[in-house]
Every structure is written in structure tokens, then in C-alpha cells.
């Protein structure tokens, strides 16, 4: 008598079935997680701040920035104006009036800055301009007789 077992048909081993023993394709679903949280730290950089106080609305950093230009003309006539910056207020140089304010306390207090000063040529301000220009000194020579 001949025994006659059925065997279930080998079917064909599919894209799938590949993966799943595939180390490369393991390893990448094991990276993932490490690879979204290096994303997210890449575009969504974390700011930290020292101690978390707000800034102090009476110092120079936060006055010449985002205070009226009352305020920032009544700070630089009491200011040690040798321990500060000017070159922050350049900015608001560009209006002729907050230029013409700027440069009278300054020349009250016998304080020069040549960056703030330089807008005298923007403001065509003569007098300014001479004083500027002077103190280019050494460097006005390399331009030779053109000037």
C-alpha cells in the first residue's frame, strides 16, 4: 500500500519575507527613532537661557535696541560713554533727526565714534563730514589725489 501524504505547496518567498531577515533593512528600523530625534534637535534648536530673567529695560544692550530715542538721548548724557558700545544705535542713524540729536549729545560729551559719525556723508552734514574725514586720516591717503 502506498501512503500518499499531501504537502501544503511552497509558495514563492515575497518582497516582504526578504525584509524581515534582511540585517540592513533591521538596522534601519532600529536607527529610526535616533534619526527623527537628531531631526528634530537639528531644526528645532533648543535656546537656553541663563537664570531666565527678563532683560533689564535700563541697560545699554536693551536701550539702544528697543527704547524711544528720549530715553536713549537721556542715558548717553549721563553714560560713561567709554564703557558702552555707540556702534549699537547706528541703526537709527538713518533719520535726520534722531541723527541730528544723536550727534549734539555726543559732541556735548566731547565722545567721537567714527561709525556714527559716517553718517554724516548719508545726512550730507559739512561740518561733520570735515570731522569724519579727519579722523580717516591715514587711511584717506591711500586713495590718493582723487579725494
Do not use: C
Given at each position: ?8 505547496p511552497i509558495r ?39 537664570g531666565g530673567a ?49 550727534i549734539a549729545v ?42
Amino acid at each position: 500500500m502506498t501512503t500518499t501524504t499531501l504537502r501544503a505547496p511552497i509558495r514563492e518567498t515575497t518582497a516582504w519575507d526578504r525584509l524581515k531577515v534582511n540585517r540592513n533593512w533591521l538596522g534601519l528600523w532600529f536607527m529610526l527613532p535616533a534619526m527623527a530625534f537628531l531631526v528634530l534637535f537639528l531644526v528645532y534648536p533648543l535656546e537656553v537661557v541663563s537664570g531666565g530673567a527678563a532683560p533689564d529695560p535700563r541697560s545699554w544692550p536693551y536701550l539702544s535696541q528697543r527704547a524711544p530715542i528720549a530715553e536713549v538721548i537721556a542715558f548717553l548724557q549721563t553714560a560713561n560713554l567709554a564703557a558702552i558700545d555707540l556702534t549699537r544705535v547706528a541703526w537709527r542713524m538713518r533719520e535726520r533727526s534722531i541723527y541730528a540729536q544723536l550727534i549734539a549729545v555726543l559732541e556735548q560729551r566731547h565722545a567721537f565714534d567714527a561709525t556714527l559719525w559716517g553718517y554724516s556723508l548719508q545726512h550730507a552734514d559739512k561740518p561733520r563730514i570735515r570731522v569724519y574725514l579727519r579722523s580717516l586720516a591715514e587711511r584717506l591717503l591711500v586713495a590718493g589725489p582723487v579725494l
